[in-house]
């Protein structure tokens, strides 16, 4: 049992079993304490067990209504309570946090097995699926109904005997190892920094230094420090002149999860290779990219590896022309050699500032993470009629932030921004939802988090990196916000891996609008707008350096593939090389996710085999944002309406391809997102 868990708290003690009575059912953050959790999930699982038998053993013949809608409304308790635990856990970890992580993974996969193996259920489900041409249901009816039964059947309903009962161990032991890797990896960031001595603030800029010493009073190391945290340790490989520091701190941040001892990730990452291509060849699948890849808008590892390497080529060759710049920059300072890994930043950072005339240093105060979030707010606006109003009430952390979001005078949300880095959350960001829209049984609206990492100052500034990310994380937002589904499992982002990254990185583009810059883009101290020749160089170097952000992308997404395309590797780290000696990587670029902390495929199943999906969404992304461009108008009315019906509302209830030409009339090319990125003219 984790520790402090108490087994005799009840529905009238925990708070997370209550009903929620606060303003807008919100979770009672101030009341919840660590050894809630437990019993709570213990608690949620027996109620979803007795919901799911009660549906399995109904005497009446199968319905939609008592088989597909009871089952939909099973794991309500579950939800709830997982809904803010696994939130919390990632976002404000504690050690007895991750306690019960690692004793709940099991438990959790049991739980779906049980549901899956349930034969009376199954053949309940299987029943309607095959006789659904009788059952005179709606288009969104037929759609939940043909995922359940899939659901069902790819997770082994179907199998029997033995090799049902070795995939239900697949299932858990896999469970039980992505939560390892995680907490493995949490832990090589929280554990590692690099004290910085009065020497080794020379040539960093005072937003990085007051940032290092943010960090060192975190880390109580009586002094600036950096850490691995990418919002610190990429502008300290970008600024800092002193080659051995920015080696040392490479080599530490491309060393997560690869350090030897009990947070060592290689072996796990081995193991867990091993287990999905087992787990489908059980299922009947030839290797687990096909079966990953099958419901997803690629198809095929075909397909993927096609779109990959179309990009991969120009980028490669863009990315060796900048390589030689940079090395003869490094060598005029009188460093022989070849340009390293580490050096790639520090004099891409040098040469931008010559070429475009951009300091990052001089335009951070001009990108106010408040200035940012208004900037992201006012586009919802103007694009969808959201209005955003501050919460003043009890959070899971003194960092977080909620906004009450409306539309009309309707509720239509409760959004969490919870922005700069600590010890206790994980890397890099992402969106949630502690609650999803849904109509079954009346209407609940999401509570959604936006969660980042950057780095924390007084005022908090942003690079122009970071303001993208910010815009990313809130086009996920939208799509939970504005979902207007019936069903819990189509909502909001419940959708393909591979369409899923399309609206986050399609309200990107909204950044780039000049107008939305000029009025947002402000001093944090003088309150003067961004001056426009700033504005005009900044806009012009958005494909600055792609050569190098397309190359490392690129390559992570390949070695994720090559992964999962054919037997499992024995050793995982041996085919990455094999992988990037086959592509001829340039060696002084790394991966972006390097295997031991590759945490997209290796922390589950998420963005197995399905990395490359930001690059599918790339491709529907730069398309999206071109009709906009091509009415003249970023903020066209009918071209937003049109956005949000056959898209940010429509959640999962058709297919993704059928979303997007509704949407626009037609599906993409790959030329809009090699235009983009600047690779169309590369020779």
Avoid at 4 to 22: E, K, Q, R, V
Avoid at 632 to 658: M, N, P, Y
Wanted: one cysteine or more; aromatic letters at 10%; hydrophobic letters at 40%.
């Amino acid at each position: 049992m984790p520790p402090n868990a108490s087994p005799t708290a009840s529905p009238d003690t925990n708070p997370l079993l209550s009903d929620w009575t606060g303003p807008f059912g919100l979770p009672p953050f101030d009341e919840i304490e660590d050894d809630h959790f437990a019993p709570a999930l213990d608690a949620a699982l027996k109620a979803g067990l007795r919901a799911v038998e009660a549906i399995a053993d109904a005497p009446e013949a199968p319905s939609f209504e008592n088989t597909i809608e009871a089952l939909e409304s099973a794991d309500a308790l579950l939800d709830k309570v997982a809904g803010v635990f696994y939130n919390l856990a990632s976002a404000d970890a504690t050690d007895a946090r991750e306690a019960v992580q690692r004793d709940y993974a099991p438990k959790l996969s049991a739980y779906a097995s049980e549901i899956v193996n349930n034969t009376k259920l199954f053949a309940r489900i299987d029943t309607l699926w095959q006789n659904r041409e009788t059952l005179n249901l709606t288009a969104e009816h037929h759609r939940v109904l043909y995922l359940t039964h899939r659901r069902f059947t790819r997770a082994g309903a179907a199998l029997q005997g033995p090799a049902r009962d070795r995939l239900t161990q697949v299932k858990s032991r896999l469970a039980v190892l992505g939560t390892s890797f995680t907490q493995n990896l949490l832990a090589d960031e929280r554990d590692w920094f690099m004290v910085l001595e009065e020497g080794g603030l020379e040539g960093l800029p005072d937003f990085l230094v007051a940032s290092a010493r943010a960090a060192g009073a975190e880390k109580n190391a009586g002094g600036p420090v950096i850490t691995l945290s990418r919002s610190l340790i990429v502008p300290f490989l970008q600024y800092s002149p002193r080659r051995d520091l920015r080696e040392k701190a490479y080599r530490a941040w491309t060393a997560r999860g690869a350090n030897g001892g009990e947070t060592d990730n290689r072996a796990i990452a081995a193991e867990v290779l091993s287990l999905r291509e087992e787990r489908a060849r059980l299922l009947g699948y030839d290797s687990f990219a096909a079966f990953k890849l099958e419901t997803e808008m690629a198809g095929t590892p075909d397909a993927v590896r096609d779109l990959l390497m179309n990009v991969w080529q120009p980028a490669r060759a863009k990315a060796e022309a900048d390589a030689q710049v940079l090395t003869d920059m490094m060598q005029a300072d009188g460093i022989n050699g070849e340009l390293e890994p580490w050096d790639w930043r520090y004099y891409s950072e040098k040469r931008r500032k010559a070429e475009h005339d951009l300091d990052e240093a001089a335009l951070k105060p001009y990108l106010g993470l408040d200035a940012m979030i208004a900037a992201a707010f006012d586009c919802a606006h103007r694009l969808f009629g959201l209005e955003f109003e501050p919460l003043v009430i009890p959070l899971y952390h003194p960092d977080a932030r909620a906004w009450e979001v409306t539309r009309g005078g309707r509720h239509m949300a409760i959004f969490i921004g919870d922005y700069f880095a600590r010890s206790s959350k994980r890397s890099g960001a992402w969106c949630s939802a502690m609650r999803s829209q849904q109509k079954l049984g009346g209407e609940v609206r999401p509570i959604v988090l936006n969660i980042c990492n950057f780095a924390k100052s007084d005022p908090a500034l942003l690079s122009y990196d970071d303001a993208r990310t910010l815009f990313h994380e809130f086009g996920h937002a939208l799509h939970q916000m504005l979902s207007d589904v019936t069903y819990p499992s189509i909502s909001g982002t419940s959708v393909a891996r591979d369409f899923v990254e399309l609206p986050s990185q399609l309200y990107e583009h909204w950044l780039e609008v000049p107008q939305v810059l000029e009025t947002h883009a402000r001093h944090v101290e003088t309150g003067e707008a961004m001056p426009k020749d700033m504005l005009d160089r900044l806009l012009a170097a958005q494909t600055y350096d792609m050569g190098f952000q397309t190359v490392e992308y690129v390559a992570s997404a390949l070695v994720d593939l090559d992964f999962h395309d054919g037997p499992a590797p024995a050793d995982p780290l041996a085919a990455e090389a094999d992988t990037l000696a086959r592509i001829g990587m340039p060696r002084a670029i790394g991966m972006r996710h390097a295997t031991p902390h590759f945490a997209h495929v290796f922390a589950g199943d998420g963005y197995s085999a399905g990395y490359y999906s930001y690059m599918w969404s790339e491709v529907m992304d730069a398309d999206a944002f071109a009709a906009f461009e091509e009415a003249g108008d970023a903020f066209d009315a009918g071209l937003a309406e049109k956005l949000e019906t056959h898209i940010l509302s429509a959640g999962g209830s058709r297919e993704a391809d059928t979303l997007y030409t509704a949407f626009r009339g037609r599906m993409p090319g790959v030329g809009a997102l090699l235009k983009g990125r600047g690779l169309d003219k590369v020779a």
